[in-house]
């Protein structure tokens, strides 16, 4: 069985500053790992996804993130936020021959200015 | 190409009554999965339809059903609503029954139930 968890439900930055989204997952096999973006009364976004291969994975919108699977992580960040860029977060993870995506509970970002 | 498209995007029903909402997938997708999204909360998998055929269940009671039709759209019905179905219903579609192609979700239909 897969499951997510999402540390912090609300991160505050400054326009400017880091982002950092921390991301844990629990998986009998090798996972996929997915980081998906929700603004207001949308549905999903993809911003980025790990399957196999390099660990750093680079998004859109100058996300990135990195499969740890020592630490069991996948944090999501980028270097320099942007009042867009306020919106939830979510992280995914999949067992790579099943169907489901199992999300953590979310992390809604807010962009100060 | 068009994306995944949901209707209706908001809907009120009274407990007890019965909903049907609908999803047509990406031109070339013959995968539809629905998520339920409660608020506060990350979706939950309900079940996935993969050429016309319940392929993979959640933790959904049997109230919780779906189609699939020939042109791989999809509709979610629910039955006998409770005050707890009320919650964001996201439909999601996918070139394989594995995702191997990714998923791609629409903007959800808002159900609230009264």
């Known amino acids: 069985a897969q499951s997510v968890t999402q540390l912090g439900s609300h991160v505050s930055v400054s326009e400017g500053a880091l982002v950092l989204l921390r991301c844990n997952y629990s998986s009998s096999v090798p996972p996929y790992l997915f980081w998906y973006v929700q603004y207001p009364n949308q549905g999903l976004q993809l911003l980025l996804k790990?399957?196999?291969?390099?660990?750093l994975v680079k998004g859109i919108n100058g996300f990135e993130a990195e499969f740890k699977k020592s630490e069991t992580s996948f944090h999501l960040t980028k270097p320099s936020a942007h009042m867009s860029d306020a919106a939830e977060y979510f992280c995914?993870?999949?067992?790579?021959?099943?169907?489901?995506?199992?999300f953590g509970a979310g992390t809604t970002v807010t962009v100060r200015a | 190409e068009t994306g995944v498209t949901q209707s209706p995007t908001h809907l009120i029903k009274t407990r007890g009554q019965q909903v049907t909402l609908r999803c047509s997938s990406q031109s070339g997708h013959n995968t539809v999965s629905w998520y339920q999204q409660a608020l506060g909360q990350g979706p939950q998998f309900i079940f996935q339809y993969y050429r016309e055929e319940e392929n993979g269940r959640g933790n959904f009671p049997p109230r919780f059903s779906g189609l699939q039709f020939p042109n791989y759209s999809s509709e979610l019905n629910v039955n006998a609503l409770e005050l707890d179905d009320s919650a964001l219903y996201l439909c999601?579609?996918?070139?394989?029954?594995?995702?191997?192609?990714?998923?791609?979700f629409g903007s959800g239909t808002r159900l609230t139930v009264v």
């Open positions: 999601a579609s996918s070139s394989s029954d594995r995702g191997l192609g990714g998923y791609t």
């Open positions: 790990y399957t196999t291969g390099a660990t």
């Open positions: 995914a993870v999949r067992a790579p021959n099943d169907y489901k995506l199992s």
